[in-house]
C-alpha cells in the first residue's frame, strides 16, 4: 500500500477551519467607509438580490430536468434503443447525465 499512496511532505493537516470576522476581512477602497450595520445591511441587499436573479433560473431548470428525465424513460418504454440501435449500457449513460444536477444540488443543500 505505501507504493500506491506516496507520502506527501508538502502537505499539511488542518485540525478547524479559520472562522474569519468582518474586520480580518480586507474591504475595498469603496465600502471602508461603512460601518458594521451599513455593511450588514449592504450585504442582506446583495444576497436578496441575487436570491432573486438567481432562483427562478434555478428552478425551471430543475422542473426542465425532471421533465427531461420522465420523457427519457417513456421513450425507452416505446423502442428509444432499438430506433438508436443502442445498448442498455450506453442508454444508461445517456440517463446518467440527468442526474448529476440533481445529485450536485442535494450536495449543495447541505452545505
Same mark, same amino acid.
Given at each position: 500500500? !505505501?507504493?500506491?499512496?506516496?507520502? &506527501? !511532505?508538502? *502537505?499539511?493537516? *488542518? #485540525?478547524? $477551519?479559520?472562522? =474569519?470576522? =468582518?474586520?480580518? @476581512?480586507p474591504l475595498? #477602497? #469603496?465600502? +471602508?467607509?461603512? !460601518? +458594521?450595520?451599513?455593511?450588514?445591511?449592504?450585504?442582506?441587499?446583495? %444576497?436578496?438580490? @441575487?436570491?432573486? %436573479?438567481?432562483?427562478? *433560473?434555478?428552478?425551471? =431548470?430543475?422542473? =426542465?430536468?425532471?421533465? !427531461?428525465?420522465?420523457?427519457?424513460?417513456? $421513450?425507452?418504454?416505446?423502442?428509444?434503443? &432499438?430506433?438508436?440501435h443502442i %445498448?442498455?449500457?450506453?442508454?444508461?449513460?445517456? @440517463?446518467?447525465?440527468?442526474?448529476?444536477?440533481? &445529485?450536485?444540488?442535494?450536495?449543495?443543500?447541505?452545505?
Open positions: 500500500m !505505501d507504493d500506491i499512496n506516496p507520502a &506527501k !511532505d508538502n *502537505v499539511k493537516y *488542518v #485540525e478547524s $477551519a479559520i472562522d =474569519l470576522t =468582518l474586520q480580518e @476581512l475595498p #477602497e #469603496e465600502l +471602508r467607509h461603512l !460601518d +458594521r450595520a451599513a455593511i450588514h445591511a449592504l450585504d442582506k441587499k446583495v %444576497t436578496k438580490r @441575487l436570491d432573486m %436573479t438567481l432562483l427562478p *433560473v434555478v428552478v425551471l =431548470l430543475f422542473l =426542465l430536468n425532471i421533465l !427531461d428525465r420522465n420523457n427519457i424513460a417513456n $421513450a425507452k418504454t416505446v423502442g428509444l434503443p &432499438k430506433t438508436l %445498448t442498455n449500457e450506453q442508454y444508461n449513460n445517456c @440517463l446518467m447525465i440527468f442526474y448529476v444536477g440533481c &445529485k450536485h444540488s442535494i450536495f449543495i443543500r447541505r452545505f
